[in-house]
């Protein structure tokens, strides 16, 4: 039986051992004999688009990918501003990721490699859909893993499962309430004759698929309005990046500060498929150095900002597939298989690189020109389910996939 | 069940065997086989053909007769253009950049003289640059991008910052400024032209190929190629055949950009030799597979990574001149991979050139996968987001027997008993886009600016040209449907009719205070109760109106 209190002294003893521990560490360790009222909270960031994840967590000691990357490979680790940030003498960031590194050192993110979806797509929406619906080569499952997450209440709060974005994802479609919410200020019915109108018609209709939804946002903006009302300034100094990515992480953070019941988060983040000219003159210019700045600043914020709170609260990170790994002719990559996953918060046993290696010779590759998979996504998602989430129903998360193998990323 | 009996029957090649006769006739649901009729048909059908019926509209289908007037929007050519709006639309769809094109730098070289450039080495090519007058030596630099990249680190800072500035310059700078409004005036020539045009069936059509068929508009070069692309690559075929279609396509500037086709070439192409800086340059795989996954096969359509491979291989050199200028397309012969491929099990034997790809497509448009996969792309879109298979098998296989003919396939599925069902009435939930337009068709609301519109509509989920994937916009209604959109769809109903929409002025004094009677008058049929009593007492019209086009009723067509 897993036990809350032993993982959170485990993690705390890996994370003095790391170097300088949280200032909400103590004061959970201390708080940790009285039962918490505050839920756990998952937020899951998808990198839509397909992220070269062999040119984001680098590995430096893989003499292959230099051979099959030369106009694209980062440098190895030599200090300077465009070399990999080393993180374990085989893999490093980076150096746009450069943010996350001190999260990394602090014991707070782990990193999985050679990760993703068993299914060979190849098909930016169909593996996407697979990541979302949790239920890879099954294309008829129509609710999502993250909707299956959340354990059954009598009184769900309506803003327990929040998308950030005009789109409600396919992973939070299903039977358990759930919202998009494109931004906080402008999530309400501006005409007040016209807001109790049409709460009454939309709880009243006979359409189901509108009553649900229409039920679903009445509740959900009446909770958000109040939360709304007061003005909001990221704490410790976060500064997020304006774009969308972490825009929709503050206000993510902004509703979990306000106890307003969220479990589940979601957001996205598009335009991850390099498929010419990927990388710039140098590896800290072009599209995605851009795009990771931009990542890594926006989880950066997002944790300081909340600070003691991160002890509650897990971050990951998916997308669809890698990218071939070898480069292709327009100094670019193409669509390929296994990629990298990030886990940020404060459960999180972090500072290292989880997955098993499976090297980058032609014979090691995946149909001869991907990385290969040593963990399927579903071991990382249902490992934070059941043991952050709580939730043990791996089997209706996950279905057709009861037995995960835990990489023992928490506890 | 079904699905995968297709499949089964396609992998063995004799998909022409497949006869929808042996289908039991069971397999439709039953809801699919009550007829509606008369004036429900007609609502149903202007609910599909059209972005809404305005007033008038369902008294003037039954006049013309329902068949008459579906055989007249399926013959647009029939219908009067109509020169306001054509004119109103006609410099938001001009292709920007003339201005650009004309100050694009030029080298004052002679032939000769350039050559000689290109085949000297750096230090060479500074010898000979230092020759010439200072602006010329920009001018050349500017001009040759191989020269510059190679001789620029020797150049002074300032000269640098010269030849830099002048090789951008105001290409650049077109690019950027069009490329600002480059989406937003095409999302204002198409709200105009979905209000107004009485061509109404081919702007819906030009809305279902453009979005099967969908660049980015916010993508590089695309922000100044897909005014070009929508007008004359989508419109002309939108009721022609496939076949040209996808050709058009495939010839675009705007979609080899957007699938990146333009830099693929063959590894071993000879030019590689003799340009070092193309060294290294290769295939590129992304249009190849969304040709088949997207615009043909369908993803379970039979393909596999080889083929993936084969087809970007008979692509090589499919290509565009100068993307920041407006292409045109080019096939360049001397990148085009030369070798034998095989594509779908059929052999395109070496030695070809521009006509390899021209086969892949030949392949591609008579695919049996493709009938289906675009047959029942269209019946989701006009029928219900499961459409019935035995109505799909029927527009497939008039796909196949008249080698794609869209005019045929439509007229298929307009006239099939599915289509006017009980099944297929009002299952559709509108995009955005239809229903901002069609509750401004309803109110007869006079738009004499659009662009407020052109940025409202990516509140409601609906950004138009900027679907970043190329996947498009789903053809399933109850994609649309979430919390946030849905309460933008009642911020838009109210704002409307309240006359808060910049650019948009409703005739309020139009409406009838009494909410039933205004329900007839901009739903054409009667509100349900659950609507009516919500509205209850509320006798201030242009609120009751508001509320109407806010309701769950509106919301569906």
Redesign the interface.
């Known amino acids: 039986m897993f036990s809350r209190r032993l993982f959170l002294k485990s993690s705390a003893v890996a994370m003095f051992g790391a170097g300088a521990a949280p200032a909400w560490l103590s004061r959970a360790l201390y708080a940790a004999d009285a039962p918490s009222p505050r839920k756990k909270i998952l937020v899951a960031i998808f990198q ?2 397909a992220m070269d994840g062999l040119n984001v967590v680098v590995p430096h000691g893989e003499k292959a990918y230099y051979a099959l990357r ?2 694209l490979a980062i440098p190895r680790p030599d200090g300077t501003p465009d070399s990999v940030i080393d993180l374990d003498g085989f893999f490093g960031l980076h150096p746009s990721l450069a943010p996350l590194k001190p999260i990394y050192d602090a014991g707070q993110l782990g990193i999985v490699q050679a990760v993703g979806s068993p299914d060979p ?6 593996a996407q859909d697979f990541m979302e619906s949790g239920t890879p080569g099954e294309k008829t499952t129509s609710d999502g893993w993250l909707n299956r997450a959340l354990v059954e209440e009598r009184k769900p709060s309506p803003v327990r499962a929040v ?1 950030l ?4 994802p396919h992973a939070l479609r299903g039977h358990n309430e759930a ?4 931004s906080l200020n ?6 007040a ?2 807001a109790s ?2 709460e ?3 709880g ?4 189901q ?3 649900g ?2 039920r ?2 009445f509740d ?2 009446k909770r958000v309005q109040a939360v709304e009302k007061s003005p909001y300034t990221p704490a410790g100094g976060a500064k997020y990046p304006n774009g969308k990515l972490g825009q929709n992480l503050m206000q993510i953070a902004r509703l979990i500060k306000a106890n307003v019941g969220l479990e589940v988060a979601f957001t996205d983040v ?2 991850w ?1 390099h ?2 000219n990927e990388v710039g003159a140098k590896p800290t210019v072009g599209q995605l150095a851009n795009l990771l700045n931009d990542f890594g600043q926006s989880l950066a914020a997002f944790y300081t900002d909340l600070g003691d709170r991160m002890a509650d609260v897990s971050v990951v990170t998916m997308s669809e597939f890698g990218r071939t790994a070898k ?4 100094r ?1 990559t ?2 390929g298989h296994a990629n990298v996953m990030f886990a940020m918060g404060g459960g999180i046993k972090g500072g290292k690189v989880y997955g098993d290696w499976p090297g980058m010779e032609r014979e090691q590759l995946y ?1 001869s020109r991907d990385l290969n998979l040593t963990t399927d996504f579903r071991d990382v998602l249902g490992e934070l389910v059941v043991r952050h989430l709580g939730n043990r129903q791996i089997a209706s998360v996950f279905p057709g996939y009861s037995q995960p193998k835990f990489r023992d990323l928490i506890g | 069940m079904r699905k995968f009996f297709n499949i089964a029957i396609l992998s063995c090649g004799a998909a022409i065997l497949f006869n929808d006769a042996i289908l039991p006739a069971d397999q439709e649901s039953p809801q699919f086989t009550k007829p509606i009729t008369g004036d429900q048909a007609v609502l149903h059908a202007l609910g599909r053909l059209t972005f809404g019926p305005r007033p008038g509209d369902v008294e003037k289908v039954k006049e013309m007769g329902l068949n008459r007037w579906i055989d007249l929007q399926l013959h647009p050519d029939r219908i009067p253009r109509d020169p306001e709006l054509a004119a109103r639309t006609q410099s938001l769809e001009d292709s920007p950049a003339p201005a650009a094109l004309a100050q694009r730098p030029r080298t004052p070289l002679s032939p000769r003289q350039a050559n000689a450039l290109r085949r000297a080495t750096a230090e060479e090519d500074m010898f000979m640059l230092s020759r010439l007058p200072e602006n010329e030596e920009v001018q050349v630099l500017a001009a040759m991008p191989l020269i510059r990249q190679r001789v620029i680190a020797m150049l002074t800072p300032e000269l640098q910052a010269k030849v830099r500035a002048a090789a951008r310059g105001p290409l650049v700078d077109a690019v950027k400024t069009n490329g600002k409004q480059a989406g937003q005036k095409l999302a204002q020539a198409k709200f105009y032209r979905a209000l107004e045009s009485d061509r109404q069936l081919e702007e819906v059509l030009t809305d279902f190929w453009f979005n099967h068929f969908n660049v980015d508009a916010g993508k590089g070069a695309d922000r100044i190629l897909t005014a070009a692309y929508e007008r004359d690559v989508i419109r002309p075929h939108v009721l022609g055949h496939f076949r040209d279609l996808l050709e058009a396509t495939a010839n675009s500037p705007a979609m080899m950009f957007y699938l990146d086709n333009w830099q693929s070439v063959s590894p071993d192409a000879a030019v590689n030799r003799n340009r070092p800086k193309q060294a290294g340059r290769g295939l590129n795989e992304n249009y190849a597979r969304e040709l088949m996954e997207l615009h043909t096969l369908g993803v379970d359509g039979g393909y596999t990574q080889k083929d993936v491979t084969e087809v970007a291989r008979c692509f090589t050199g499919w290509s565009v001149q100068t993307p920041r200028l407006n292409g045109p397309f080019v096939y360049r012969d001397a990148v085009h991979d030369k070798g034998e491929k095989i594509v779908l099990g059929v052999r395109i034997p070496a030695g070809g050139g521009k006509s390899d790809g021209e086969r892949v497509l030949d392949i591609l448009a008579r695919h049996p996968s493709t009938a289906r996969h675009i047959s029942r792309e269209l019946a989701q879109r006009f029928v219900a987001d499961d459409p019935p298979q035995p109505l799909v098998d029927r527009m497939a296989k008039t796909f196949r027997d008249t080698d794609g003919d869209i005019r045929a396939v439509l007229a298929t599925m307009f006239n099939s008993p599915e289509f006017f069902s009980e099944g297929a009435y009002r299952a559709k939930l509108k995009t955005p886009f239809e229903m901002m337009v069609s509750a401004m068709r309803a109110t007869g609301a006079a738009v004499d600016n659009s662009a407020a519109l052109a940025q409202r509509i990516a509140t409601l989920g609906e950004p138009l040209y900027r679907k970043v994937e190329p996947t498009g916009y789903s053809n399933a209604g109850e994609d649309w449907i979430n919390s946030a959109a849905l309460v933008e769809r009642m911020n838009f109903a109210m704002d409307l009719t309240a006359n808060r929409v910049e650019g948009v002025k409703v005739d309020d004094s139009k409406f009838s205070a009494d909410p039933a009677q205004a329900a007839r008058e901009l739903l054409f049929t009667n509100a349900s109760q659950q609507t009516l009593d919500a509205i209850g007492a509320q006798s201030d019209p242009a609120v009751v109106a508001g509320m109407l086009l806010g309701s769950p009723d509106f919301q569906r067509r």
């Open positions: 839509r688009g030369p106009n797509t190849r098909s930016h929406f169909d998308s974005g005009p789109e409600l919202v998009a919410i494109d402008s999530f309400k019915v501006g005409d004759r016209g109108a049409f009454a018609m939309y009243d209709t006979h359409d698929v509108l009553k939804t229409g679903e946002a959900a903006v598009t335009g498929d498929h010419v480069e292709n002719g327009t670019g193409d669509h149909e």
